[in-house]
Nanobody
Framework: QVRLVESGGGLVQAGGSLRLSCVAS????????MAWYRQAPGKQRELVAG???????NYVDSVKGRFTISRDNAKNTVYLQMDSLKPEDTAVYYC??????????????WGQGTQVTVSS
């Protein structure tokens, strides 16, 4: 089985920074795409940023220039550096990874989420 564990969330003032981490463990043959999503109260979960195994990245428009996604393939870890945080970034942040548990099969796995709260 595969487990994803996020860390790094918390309470920060507007304009501040946080760095989220997500570590994958378990039966892992390799990891394809990794991504961060967020869900604010009363809203649908949205993709914030994604990164391929070859480090190609994409971002939702609202975080471009403020957030940076990165990964360490050797550590099965994805990061989200969040700068210039705004109150509207407040949400539960989830990581998702497409994990190969054998050479020929892969499935999506989710972390349990970490709360990010930005005060004005």
């Amino acid at each position: 089985q595969v487990r994803l564990v996020e860390s790094g969330g918390g309470l920060v003032q507007a304009g501040g920074s946080l760095r989220l981490s997500c570590v994958a463990s378990g039966r892992i043959f390799g990891i394809n795409d990794m991504a961060w999503y967020r869900q604010a109260p009363g809203k649908q979960r949205e993709l914030v940023a994604g990164i391929s195994r070859s480090h190609n990245t994409n971002y939702v428009d609202s975080v471009k220039g403020r957030f940076t996604i990165s990964r360490d393939n050797a550590k099965n870890t994805v990061y989200l550096q969040m700068d210039s945080l705004k109150p509207e970034d407040t949400a539960v942040y989830y990581c998702k990874s497409n994990v190969r548990t054998t050479l020929y099969s892969a499935d999506n796995y989710w972390g349990q989420g970490t709360q990010v709260t930005v005060s004005s």
